[in-house]
């Protein structure tokens, strides 16, 4: 249990961090609406994405990042497959209300409608990548900034307990194509989790299969 919740607390659940001489060359985004606007717009004409993915995970008890490579494809709606191939296997697919997991010993499936946790990962997850999680404001405090390649949205949770496990979140979406680039989960502490997104497709030919276990 406590390596499915490493894993899933890491996604994102999504790459360096985020210096101040990187925050400097970000504005405050003037059009907040219409950035929103044109990211649910996208939102519903993108079917499937499949991408590369680096994720970086910092741990302050550890002296070097954690770093991991694979693959990730989503499909609508909610189907999420993230494959890690390297330097281990593990795979984490979530459709059809359950979550699957396997390595190389061991293979398990949750259902995520009866369990409140997996829930909101589900949820927070599918809206990350799809944007939704924009909407919702009673659950975070947001604030957004752009430079001439891409928006920056910064997401603090309201909720105390919350914040003990999540301080905030951070996507960077390219202006390009409005698609999630980047997304850094910031834990308690210092502890982060990065994921990169690489060499992403979308609208590509995703078969079903590839999400069922």
């Known amino acids: 249990m406590n390596k499915i919740h490493f894993y899933i607390y890491a996604l994102a659940f999504l790459m360096m961090p985020v210096t101040s001489k990187a925050q400097e060359k970000m ?13 649910e717009t996208m939102s519903a004409k993108v079917q499937s994405i499949s991408s590369d993915f680096i994720q970086e995970k910092n741990l302050v008890v550890l002296s070097e990042k954690i770093i991991s490579k694979g693959i990730f494809l989503f499909r609508k709606e909610n189907n999420i497959r993230w494959e890690y191939v390297d330097p281990y296997r593990y795979l984490i697919i979530i459709s059809n209300g359950k979550m699957y997991t396997r390595d190389d010993k061991n293979q398990k499936v949750f259902d995520i409608e009866t369990n409140k946790m997996f829930r909101e990962m589900n949820r927070f997850i599918s809206g990350c990548i799809q944007g939704d999680i924009l909407k919702n404001e009673e659950e975070y405090a947001t604030e957004y900034y752009e430079n001439s390649s891409g928006y920056f949205v910064k997401l603090i949770p309201r909720d ?9 979140v951070q996507i960077w979406f390219d202006k390009a194509d409005l698609t999630v680039s980047s997304l850094r989960m910031v834990e308690s502490g210092e502890d982060y989790t990065l994921i990169t997104f690489k060499n992403k497709k979308l609208n590509n030919e995703i078969p079903l299969e590839k999400f069922s276990f």
Not at 27 to 39: N, Q, T, V, W, Y
Not at 160 to 168: A, D, G, I, T
Request: charged share 35%.
């Open 27 to 39: 504005s405050p985004l003037a059009d907040i609406p219409g950035f929103r606007d044109k990211l």
């Open 160 to 168: 105390e307990k919350m914040r003990q496990m999540l301080n905030e």
